[in-house]
């Protein structure tokens, strides 16, 4: 397998069931994807590790997934210069997701996250692979839309 373009990254092994969506997509096109368990919360040292060195391990583009507080994209696309797509997840212990969308979506100036609907992982893949897409050209015209 080529070495990994996009990070697909999720707060619990518990969002696998949402983020595989992004995974399968990009696998449909055969774009090469790394995929883990980053918690902003339970492996801080881990998150950041894993975003400050994504660039110089070859990532262009990185899917960041979380429910309840969210604040795995924020805080990923605090320590990287890529571009950071959050999936806000709709967890057992959240607010009908809401909490999910908001922390994700009211981001500070300065950190952006581009953020897709709620469990929306498939659309963070299209989105990942139309990043890429813009410096590549027989991606471009996959056709994927």
Do not use: C
Request: cysteine-free; glycine content about 8%; proline content about 6%.
């Amino acid at each position: 397998m080529s070495k990994p373009v996009v990070g697909i990254i999720m707060g619990s092994q518990s969002d696998l069931k949402i983020m595989k969506e992004a995974a399968e997509f990009l696998e449909e096109l055969k774009i090469p994807f790394e995929l883990t368990v980053v918690s902003a919360h339970r492996t801080p040292q881990r998150m950041a590790d894993y975003a400050t060195t994504a660039r110089t391990r070859g990532l262009k583009v990185i899917i960041a997934g979380a429910g309840g507080a969210a604040h795995l994209p924020g805080m990923v696309a605090s320590f990287t210069t890529l571009p950071v797509i959050g999936v806000p997840i709709k967890s057992s212990n959240s607010i009908d997701g809401w909490d999910s969308v908001l922390s994700i979506l009211q981001m500070p100036a300065g950190v952006p996250v581009a953020t897709v609907a709620l469990n929306g992982a498939r659309n963070a893949g299209i989105l990942a692979a139309k990043i890429l897409a813009a410096e590549n050209k027989p991606l471009a015209k996959a056709g994927f839309l």
